[in-house]
């Protein structure tokens, strides 16, 4: 499933899925971290080469950031913010 049909199934309006998503992006940016530092490390003063030579870099930090950037993380962000809606509404 998509991430159009996901959004239409938990209600949720698209500029508040664009937010929830760059509020994810950024967690994982903050979370991955090091990876980038690492990644930045190797790049640095390379042009082409950066492709193969730093593979392993990237490859970490595509894993990190995949960790917090996925289907089931939006998923989760969209319960709890449909969550806090219903509550100050109730309130």
């Given at each position: 499933m998509g991430y159009v049909q996901q959004a239409r199934d938990n209600n949720v309006k698209k500029k508040v899925e664009e937010a929830l998503r760059?509020?994810?992006k950024q967690k994982a940016l903050k979370e991955c971290d090091l990876y980038t530092s690492k990644y930045a490390e190797?790049?640095?003063g390379k042009l082409f080469s950066v492709v193969w030579?730093?593979?392993k870099q990237a490859k970490e930090l595509n894993d990190c950031l995949h960790q917090y950037?996925?289907?089931s993380v939006?998923?989760?962000m969209?319960?709890?913010y449909?969550?806090?809606t219903e509550e100050k509404q109730s309130a």
């Open positions: 760059s509020k994810m190797c790049a640095s030579k730093c593979r950037t996925n289907d939006l998923e989760e969209k319960k709890q449909m969550l806090h």
